[in-house]
Structure formats: structure tokens, C-alpha cells
């Protein structure tokens, strides 16, 4: 039970660092109903350009940098997306592509960059907590707190003018352009959020972790988009926003104790994308078979009376 303990903790801030890529994909998917590919490469550029400017010396201001860079990536797969006419999975991808050179440059040509001796957020929330019960705990606080602000403000924009909007596009566009409301802003202005959130994420994650390497997003978005169609079965769309943005950081700490329980098992690491694609396929499979089960019961009724009328 004690080594149990300190895996739950891991898990409960790397669920807590995670969801903040999950409310990523809530507002671009969910909202604005765009598969933004490129959540892998962004997300590795968050933890580069924080990184980069944490070992400059600079920990608070790694956060705003790296938010920084989400956000020009999220305007490029935007732009790609709505001024030159490219399908939203193929700007994610050709995004995704091109921050893979983009984040090796940023780290200085280097795939790898070490960070045991640089001063993070997390050094110093822990030098805040030093002298109080919650000493060692700063990772889970930072996370947290972290979670807490995005989602917060995550709810209430997405209840002005410009959030329902945009809520508005992924709906229906063509109505949103009746109303006069450009979609193609609106998809601009929700891939630059998505896009800065998700490098936060990012930069949280190298921080935690001490040390950044180029396939640090590997999978994100497979992780992510589990986590999402995981909230999404106990908090729906027929729900109001504030329990369906609650649904998706519980859909990303239950995966992520799914992650804990696997390892527990000794499972080996090389499964653990299996896993996380197994989850994705159930999860989005499971309504489907829950709708189909009362013909496959009726078929197998007409087949069993066949039978014994045959017989």
C-alpha cells in the first residue's frame, strides 16, 4: 500500500498535466469540430520553447513563451485550414511534419535537453511550500492550479459572443454565416487558444520531468482524444459546460490511472501505446455495440425459433 500511494500521486499529476491537452481537444473537436493533427508537435513545441527559456533563467516567463508558440502553431494549421483551402486533417498533419524541424531548431539541433540543475515553476512553488503540510506535494499544486485556471476560463469564454460563436461553427457553419459571423475567424481564433493550451501542457510536462526530447508529444493526441470520449461518457453534450469541461480532466486522470494500473501489472512500456489505442477503439465502439445489441438479440431470438421449428 505505501509504493501504491506515491504511483497514485504520478498518476494524479500526470492526469492533471495531460488534461490540459484533453481541454485543448475539447475546444477544437468539441467546439469547433476540427481533428487538429498537429496536437503531437505542438505540444512538443511548448516543452521546447519552456524549456529554452526556463534554462535561460527565466521559469515564469517559460509559461507565456511556450503559450507563445502554441499559438502561432495554432494559427498556422488555421490558416492553412481556412485561407488556402487545405482539409483540417491535412493542415494537421503538414503542421505536425514541420514542428518536428522546428522544435529540433529551438532546442539547438540537439534531440535532448537536460534539465536537473534549472530553476522551474515547480522549484519554486516547492520552495513555497517547504514549511507547510503540503511540502512535496508542488507538482500536484502547480498541476492543479494550472487545471483550475484554464478550465475556469475555459467556461466562461466559451459563454460570450465569441466562444458561442465559435460553439456556433462547429455546428453549423452555414448558419453562423447567416448571422453574419465570419467561421473562418472563428476556427482561427479556437485552434490559437486550443493550440497555447496545449503547449502550456507541454511546457508543464518538461518542467515535471526535468528534461525535455523530441518525441516527448509523441501519441498526445491519441492520449488526449481518449481521455475526451472517456469524459464524455459520464458528462455528454446534452450537459452544461461547466460538467462537460469537469467530464474531460476526469477522463484524462482515469486514463492515466488505467496507465498506472498497466504498469502495476508489469506490463511493458512498448504496450502502453497499445493500450491507450485500445482504449480509443472501445471507447468509440462501445455505443455503437450498446445500440446494436437489442437486433443482435432479436436475430438470435428468430434463429432459435427456426431451429425449433425445424426440429
Not at 515553476?121 to 511550500?129: E, K, S
Not at 478550465?151 to 453574419?180: C, K, W
Not at 479556437?190 to 508543464?204: E, I, K, P, Q, R
Request: aromatic share 6%; glycine share 10%.
Amino acid at each position: 500500500m505505501a509504493d501504491l500511494l506515491p504511483l497514485l500521486q504520478t498518476a494524479a499529476e500526470l492526469g492533471l498535466i495531460s488534461s490540459l491537452t484533453v481541454l485543448a481537444l475539447f475546444l477544437s473537436y468539441s467546439m469547433l469540430n476540427v481533428c487538429d493533427l498537429s496536437t503531437d508537435g505542438c505540444f512538443t513545441l511548448g516543452a521546447a520553447v519552456g524549456a529554452v527559456v526556463a534554462i535561460s533563467g527565466h521559469p515564469y516567463l517559460s509559461i507565456l513563451a511556450a503559450m507563445g508558440a502554441g499559438m502561432l502553431s495554432g494559427l498556422v494549421t488555421g490558416f492553412l485550414q481556412t485561407k488556402l483551402g487545405i482539409n483540417s486533417l491535412l493542415s494537421g498533419i503538414a503542421v505536425n511534419t514541420a514542428l518536428y524541424s522546428v522544435n529540433i531548431a529551438v532546442m539547438g539541433g540537439s534531440s535532448l535537453l537536460n534539465m536537473n540543475k534549472t530553476e522551474t515553476v515547480f522549484t519554486r512553488m516547492g520552495a513555497h511550500l517547504a514549511a507547510t503540510p503540503l511540502a512535496g506535494s508542488q507538482k500536484l499544486c502547480v498541476a492543479a492550479l494550472a487545471v483550475l485556471a484554464v478550465g475556469t476560463l475555459l467556461a466562461l469564454f466559451l459563454r460570450t459572443r465569441l466562444g458561442l460563436a465559435i460553439r456556433a461553427s462547429g455546428d453549423n457553419p452555414d448558419m453562423v454565416r447567416s448571422s453574419s459571423i465570419d467561421p473562418a475567424k472563428t476556427t482561427l481564433i479556437g485552434l490559437c487558444l486550443s493550440g497555447s493550451v496545449t503547449a502550456l501542457s507541454g511546457c508543464l510536462l518538461a518542467q515535471a520531468q526535468k528534461s525535455v526530447n523530441i518525441d516527448i508529444g509523441s501519441g498526445m493526441v491519441t492520449v488526449a482524444l481518449a481521455s475526451l470520449l472517456i469524459g464524455g461518457a459520464f458528462f455528454g453534450k446534452r450537459r452544461r459546460m461547466p460538467l462537460r469541461i469537469c467530464g474531460a480532466v476526469l477522463g484524462a486522470l482515469l486514463f492515466r490511472l488505467v496507465y498506472t494500473a498497466a504498469l502495476r501489472f508489469r506490463l511493458p512500456a512498448f504496450m502502453l501505446k497499445f493500450v491507450a489505442a485500445a482504449i480509443v477503439v472501445l471507447t468509440i465502439a462501445l455505443p455503437y455495440v450498446k445500440a446494436q445489441l437489442p437486433l443482435i438479440r432479436r436475430r438470435f431470438a428468430q434463429r432459435k425459433e427456426a431451429g425449433d421449428a425445424e426440429a
